[in-house]
């Protein structure tokens, strides 16, 4: 919403805005483009134009969609979903997603998967056994595992901390 309205706001025609994705109607001069990379970058967003970078995008963009914002079950085989989702073969894929950013596409889904974890935590509305239903995972002691490998803590102690629980997801 906020990029749509900046867009709009400064003579822009967007005709959609997604998650990570923008098509503005028109064709923009490099200058154009610099410079709504410079406004969107005080927004903390940037354009991403090189090709292997929108796919990485893309790809984040699908798990964050799937663990955050989808009511989908998140058992689901992930290398089927990320395919399905960008129309690419997964290996390529992976390949692309561990070249870049250094870490694998199962990394960052499960790192992913904790920050949701310590969400529901913090928000106290479920059971640690409705958690680890609700994503997926086989019990509560393989989430409580994976937890405290990711997090250092185990989910009880995290729930008793009063700290900063959370980073935001550009942080991931």
């Known amino acids: 919403m906020v990029v749509k309205s900046h867009l709009e706001n400064n003579g822009y025609q ?5 998650l990570g994705e923008v098509e503005i109607q028109g064709v923009l001069s490099k200058d154009q483009l610099a410079q709504l990379d410079n406004s969107l970058k005080s927004l903390g967003f940037e354009i991403i134009d090189d090709k292997k970078s929108q796919t990485i995008e893309k790809i984040k963009t699908a798990i964050v969609t799937l663990v955050h914002h989808s009511d989908q079950n998140i058992k689901t085989n992930l290398s089927q979903f990320i395919s399905s989702q960008i129309h690419q073969d997964y290996n390529y894929l992976s390949n692309l997603f561990s070249e870049v950013e250094g870490t694998t596409i199962e990394k960052y889904f499960i790192t992913q998967r904790i920050e949701k974890v310590k969400e529901l935590i913090v928000y106290d509305e479920l059971s640690l056994s409705e ?4 994503l997926g995972y086989s019990s509560v002691a393989y989430l409580s595992n994976q937890f405290k490998k990711i997090t250092g803590f185990t989910p009880s102690y995290f729930k008793s901390l009063k700290e900063d629980k959370r980073k935001n997801i550009e942080e991931l």
């Open 14 to 18: 967007p005709i959609f805005v997604n």
């Open 131 to 134: 958690i680890a239903y609700q």
